[in-house]
């Protein structure tokens, strides 16, 4: 007879899964010395892993050209965009 706390395949695969996540972040923690609080910091660190989630298993992560240039550049432009508009507001 089965115990009733006995683990369904798809229960033991999940789970086997979320440690292997919990392994590769904690050595990216390690790796780049990043403290471990950072995880505790903001919204920002649980909102990287519930993407993570979500996205094809296919997709590839960006570059550091792309997060430092690509995509800096486009939040800058949204943010100047942005700040013309307040200042247009203000102006009124």
Known sequence: MFSSKQKSIKSMFSSENIKKAEK????FFLYNTIPFNTADSGPYY???INIIGE???GVKDPTGYQIGK???EKVKKIEGYI???KSKM???
């Open 70 to 72: 690509q995509y800096l």
């Open 83 to 85: 700040d013309s508009i």
């Open 24 to 27: 590769v972040i904690l050595k």
């Open 55 to 57: 996205v094809d298993p």
């Open 90 to 92: 203000t102006a009124i």
């Open 46 to 48: 649980q909102a990287i």
